[in-house]
Protein backbone atom coordinates (compact mmCIF):
# COMPACT_ATOMS: atom_id res chain seq x y z
CA UNK A 1 0.00 0.00 0.00
CA UNK A 2 1.14 3.15 -1.03
CA UNK A 3 1.64 6.39 1.04
CA UNK A 4 -0.91 7.84 -0.75
CA UNK A 5 -3.20 5.44 -0.54
CA UNK A 6 -3.11 5.58 3.50
CA UNK A 7 -3.63 9.33 3.03
CA UNK A 8 -6.83 9.06 0.91
CA UNK A 9 -8.51 6.60 3.03
CA UNK A 10 -7.51 8.61 6.39
CA UNK A 11 -9.13 11.84 4.73
CA UNK A 12 -12.21 9.36 3.18
CA UNK A 13 -12.10 8.70 7.13
CA UNK A 14 -12.31 11.74 8.41
CA UNK A 15 -15.04 12.84 5.97
CA UNK A 16 -17.33 10.60 7.28
CA UNK A 17 -19.83 9.57 10.45
CA UNK A 18 -17.54 6.19 10.83
CA UNK A 19 -16.51 5.59 14.40
CA UNK A 20 -13.25 3.70 13.41
CA UNK A 21 -11.87 2.28 10.39
CA UNK A 22 -9.85 -1.25 10.15
CA UNK A 23 -7.93 -2.28 7.49
CA UNK A 24 -5.10 -5.35 6.84
CA UNK A 25 -3.32 -6.23 4.14
CA UNK A 26 -0.24 -8.58 3.86
CA UNK A 27 2.07 -5.71 4.50
CA UNK A 28 0.16 -3.58 6.17
CA UNK A 29 -2.56 -2.77 9.04
CA UNK A 30 -4.15 0.55 9.79
CA UNK A 31 -6.55 0.85 12.21
CA UNK A 32 -8.39 4.66 12.81
CA UNK A 33 -11.23 5.57 15.87
CA UNK A 34 -12.39 8.86 16.22
CA UNK A 35 -13.27 7.69 19.53
CA UNK A 36 -10.10 6.48 21.84
CA UNK A 37 -12.62 3.93 23.79
CA UNK A 38 -12.79 2.04 20.56
CA UNK A 39 -9.51 0.92 20.25
CA UNK A 40 -9.60 -1.61 23.31
CA UNK A 41 -12.54 -3.63 21.32
CA UNK A 42 -11.32 -6.50 20.11
CA UNK A 43 -13.06 -6.77 16.59
CA UNK A 44 -11.27 -8.80 13.71
CA UNK A 45 -9.51 -6.17 11.27
CA UNK A 46 -11.62 -5.25 8.11
CA UNK A 47 -9.94 -6.46 5.43
CA UNK A 48 -9.88 -4.48 1.89
CA UNK A 49 -8.99 -7.01 -0.60
CA UNK A 50 -11.41 -10.02 0.62
CA UNK A 51 -13.92 -7.60 0.62
CA UNK A 52 -13.71 -6.28 -2.97
CA UNK A 53 -13.52 -10.18 -4.43
CA UNK A 54 -16.07 -11.43 -1.45
CA UNK A 55 -20.33 -11.91 -3.27
CA UNK A 56 -22.65 -9.18 -1.86
CA UNK A 57 -24.27 -10.31 1.11
CA UNK A 58 -27.69 -10.68 1.02
CA UNK A 59 -29.99 -11.59 3.51
CA UNK A 60 -33.97 -12.39 4.06
CA UNK A 61 -36.04 -9.54 6.73
CA UNK A 62 -36.84 -11.38 9.85
CA UNK A 63 -40.47 -12.44 9.91
CA UNK A 64 -42.36 -9.20 12.01
CA UNK A 65 -45.08 -9.00 14.07
CA UNK A 66 -46.02 -5.47 13.14
CA UNK A 67 -45.25 -4.59 9.07
CA UNK A 68 -44.31 -1.60 9.93
CA UNK A 69 -41.67 -1.50 12.11
CA UNK A 70 -38.61 -0.07 11.20
CA UNK A 71 -34.95 -0.96 11.03
CA UNK A 72 -32.23 0.64 12.81
CA UNK A 73 -30.28 2.87 10.18
CA UNK A 74 -26.63 3.19 10.41
CA UNK A 75 -25.06 4.82 12.88
CA UNK A 76 -24.80 8.28 12.59
CA UNK A 77 -28.02 7.89 10.25
CA UNK A 78 -31.54 9.76 11.68
CA UNK A 79 -34.27 7.69 9.01
CA UNK A 80 -35.07 4.86 10.08
CA UNK A 81 -35.65 2.17 7.03
CA UNK A 82 -39.20 0.34 6.67
CA UNK A 83 -38.74 -3.36 5.08
CA UNK A 84 -41.57 -5.38 4.73
CA UNK A 85 -41.87 -8.97 5.68
CA UNK A 86 -40.22 -11.32 3.72
CA UNK A 87 -38.13 -8.66 1.22
CA UNK A 88 -34.21 -8.90 0.68
CA UNK A 89 -31.89 -6.40 2.06
CA UNK A 90 -28.87 -6.20 -0.29
CA UNK A 91 -25.88 -4.64 1.75
CA UNK A 92 -22.82 -3.17 1.04
CA UNK A 93 -19.69 -5.57 0.66
CA UNK A 94 -17.10 -3.15 1.94
CA UNK A 95 -16.70 0.87 2.59
CA UNK A 96 -16.79 3.47 0.23
CA UNK A 97 -19.04 5.64 -2.45
CA UNK A 98 -22.05 4.47 -3.98
CA UNK A 99 -22.59 4.83 -7.40
CA UNK A 100 -25.99 3.96 -8.78
CA UNK A 101 -24.85 4.63 -12.48
CA UNK A 102 -21.38 3.08 -14.42
CA UNK A 103 -20.39 6.52 -14.80
CA UNK A 104 -21.74 10.79 -14.38
CA UNK A 105 -24.85 11.17 -16.53
CA UNK A 106 -25.43 7.33 -17.38
CA UNK A 107 -28.73 5.44 -16.41
CA UNK A 108 -28.80 4.07 -13.34
CA UNK A 109 -27.89 0.14 -13.25
CA UNK A 110 -31.62 -0.68 -11.50
CA UNK A 111 -34.34 1.81 -10.56
CA UNK A 112 -37.64 0.77 -8.32
CA UNK A 113 -39.88 -1.57 -10.00
CA UNK A 114 -37.65 -3.33 -12.31
CA UNK A 115 -36.82 -6.89 -12.36
CA UNK A 116 -33.29 -8.40 -11.38
CA UNK A 117 -31.67 -11.54 -11.16
CA UNK A 118 -29.13 -13.17 -8.85
CA UNK A 119 -26.50 -12.09 -10.84
CA UNK A 120 -28.04 -8.53 -11.82
CA UNK A 121 -25.39 -5.63 -10.97
CA UNK A 122 -27.16 -3.22 -9.12
CA UNK A 123 -24.52 -0.42 -8.21
CA UNK A 124 -20.72 -0.21 -7.75
CA UNK A 125 -18.80 1.14 -4.29
CA UNK A 126 -15.55 2.72 -5.14
CA UNK A 127 -12.67 2.82 -2.53
CA UNK A 128 -9.06 4.31 -3.22
CA UNK A 129 -9.88 3.83 -7.16
CA UNK A 130 -11.00 0.24 -6.84
CA UNK A 131 -14.74 -0.56 -7.86
CA UNK A 132 -16.62 -3.62 -6.46
CA UNK A 133 -20.06 -4.65 -8.45
CA UNK A 134 -22.64 -4.95 -6.09
CA UNK A 135 -25.17 -8.14 -7.50
CA UNK A 136 -28.42 -8.33 -6.85
CA UNK A 137 -28.16 -11.79 -5.35
CA UNK A 138 -32.34 -12.84 -5.51
CA UNK A 139 -34.20 -12.86 -8.50
CA UNK A 140 -37.03 -10.41 -7.81
CA UNK A 141 -38.27 -6.60 -7.96
CA UNK A 142 -36.49 -3.51 -6.87
CA UNK A 143 -38.80 -2.09 -4.18
CA UNK A 144 -36.27 0.60 -2.52
CA UNK A 145 -33.51 2.03 -3.38
CA UNK A 146 -31.89 3.26 0.35
CA UNK A 147 -28.95 5.03 -0.67
CA UNK A 148 -28.27 8.26 -2.49
CA UNK A 149 -25.66 8.57 -5.38
CA UNK A 150 -22.22 9.36 -4.62
CA UNK A 151 -22.85 9.00 -0.43
CA UNK A 152 -20.68 7.51 2.03
CA UNK A 153 -21.21 3.92 2.58
CA UNK A 154 -19.94 1.80 5.68
CA UNK A 155 -19.39 -1.94 5.26
CA UNK A 156 -22.92 -4.55 5.63
CA UNK A 157 -25.47 -1.08 5.62
CA UNK A 158 -28.37 -1.11 3.90
CA UNK A 159 -28.10 -0.57 -0.39
CA UNK A 160 -31.64 -1.94 -1.37
CA UNK A 161 -34.33 -3.91 -0.67
CA UNK A 162 -35.68 -6.20 -3.23
CA UNK A 163 -39.08 -8.60 -3.26
CA UNK A 164 -37.94 -11.81 -4.31
CA UNK A 165 -39.68 -13.89 -7.00
CA UNK A 166 -39.60 -17.36 -8.04
CA UNK A 167 -37.92 -17.64 -11.18
Known amino acids: MKFEDIESLIRLFESSDWDGLRISGPD???????????????QPPYNVAAATSAATRTEPTPPRAAPSEQVAPPAGKSNAIDIAEGMVVVRAPNLGTFYRAPKPGADPYVTVGQRVEADTEV??????????AVRAGVAGIVRQVLVADGQMVEFDQPLFVIEPMNS
Open 123 to 132: CVIEVMKLFT
Open 28 to 42: CQIHVFKDPSLVERR
